[in-house]
């Protein structure tokens, strides 16, 4: 059973940095494209960021391209969102996901973390 472990959300103040993890066992974290969602209240799931199995390519959403950084350590099967100058807009709850490509579509992703929230105060 895949499992994904969302950990390092909190409160912020507007310009403020949070780096969030995705624990993944290793026997899965290993096959699989990993990507984050966010989704705000009365809003969709929305694509953020996604990277590939080896780590190097990486696809973000135009609202955090330039603020958002992705990358990924296969030794400790950990994803890590380095977010920084956040913004109110990017209060949401953020899911860790897993995939067979690297998409933007949320059907594309079978695994799911429970999500971890990131509210950033104005």
């Known amino acids: 059973q895949a499992q994904l472990e969302e950990s390092g959300g909190g409160l912020v103040q507007a310009g403020g940095s949070l780096r969030l993890s995705c624990a993944a066992s290793?026997?899965?974290?290993?096959?699989?494209?990993i990507a984050w969602f966010r989704q705000a209240p009365g809003k969709e799931r929305e694509f953020v960021v996604g990277?590939?199995?080896?780590?190097?390519?990486?696809s973000y959403a135009d609202s955090v391209k330039g603020r958002f950084t992705i990358s990924r350590d296969n030794v400790k099967t950990t994803v890590f969102l380095q977010m920084n100058s956040l913004k109110p807009e990017d209060t949401a709850v953020y899911y860790c996901?897993?995939?067979?490509?690297?998409?933007?579509?949320?059907?594309?992703?079978?695994?799911w973390g429970r999500g971890t929230q990131v509210t950033v105060s104005s």
């Open positions: 996901t897993a995939g067979p490509g690297l998409s933007t579509r949320r059907q594309e992703y079978g695994y």
């Open positions: 290793r026997g899965f974290f290993r096959n699989y494209f």
């Open positions: 990277i590939d199995r080896s780590g190097t390519m990486t």
